[in-house]
T-cell receptor, first 114, second 114 residues
Framework: GAVVSQHPSWVICKSGTSVKIECRSL??????MFWYRQFPKQSLMLMAT?????????EQGVEKDKFLINHASLTLSTLTVTSAHPEDSSFYIC??????????FGPGTRLTVT | KNQVEQSPQSLIILEGKNCTLQ??????????LRWYKQDTGRGPVSLTI?????NTKSNGRYTATLDADTKQSSLHITASQLSDSASYIC?????????????FGKGTHLIIQP
């Protein structure tokens, strides 16, 4: 159990457009979901924490108007990168937690902005 | 400032050999320490989680140790296989399960050669 999926697994978009990434907990209800960004050969960087039905909490330096997070249900959170630019190209990973402290990571989404 | 330092940055070993990865941390307060395996282009997968009172924990050919006094952990891989090629990330939690309490190491990039 405890499987987290992401869709799409990779996406290419043009500069200025928006792209949505979905994160789903397939076999459990996630009390909290997290969004990370990872640049090549770098560690995961937490972008924001989202709880179902409430506004996301963003880390310092992360623009909340650019990275829109919607946590519509206990099994789905979405990250929308608005007006994407080439510097937004990265590997985006979500994770989800249940009542325990274990975090379950999704497989990641590779975003390339041209 | 909470920090997690991993060494070596990268490691190449022959298939069948053993290896040990190191993790030193300065995180306070301490809740638990986790080792993750991240394949290229994939999300991290949990290998072990250890709390303050645990000195060692095994998961198949992976054995993690924790010395809370010296704030050091190691991950030992026995009889390495080609599929062990990945990045191994040490993560220290200063809270129960919130991602905002996680400090990530940059990982050790392990390559297993046939």
């Amino acid at each position: 159990g405890a499987v987290v999926s992401q869709h799409p697994s990779w996406v290419i978009c043009k500069s200025g457009t928006s792209v949505k990434i979905e994160c789903r907990s397939l076999d459990f209800q996630a009390t909290t979901m997290f969004w990370y960004r990872q640049f090549p050969k770098q560690s995961l960087m937490l972008m924001a924490t989202s709880n179902e039905g409430s506004k996301a909490t963003y880390e310092q330096g992360v623009e909340k108007d650019k990275f829109l997070i919607n946590h519509a249900s206990l099994t789905l959170s979405t990250l929308t990168v608005t007006s994407a630019h080439p510097e937004d190209s990265s590997f985006y990973i979500c994770s989800a937690t249940r009542q325990t402290y274990e975090q379950y990571f999704g497989p990641g989404t590779r975003l390339t902005v041209t | 400032k909470n920090q997690v330092e991993q060494s070596p940055q990268s490691l190449i070993i022959l298939e069948g050999k053993n290896c040990t990865l190191q993790c030193n941390y300065t995180v306070s307060p301490f809740s638990n320490l986790r080792w993750y395996k991240q394949d290229t282009g994939r999300g991290p997968v949990s290998l072990t989680i250890m709390t303050f009172s645990e000195n060692t924990k095994s998961n198949g050919r992976y054995t993690a140790t924790l010395d809370a006094d010296t704030k050091q952990s190691s991950l030992h891989i026995t009889a390495s296989q080609l599929s062990d090629s990945a990045s191994y990330i040490c993560v220290v939690s200063s809270s129960g399960g919130g991602a905002d309490g996680l400090t990530f190491g940059k990982g050790t990039h392990l390559i297993i050669q046939p």
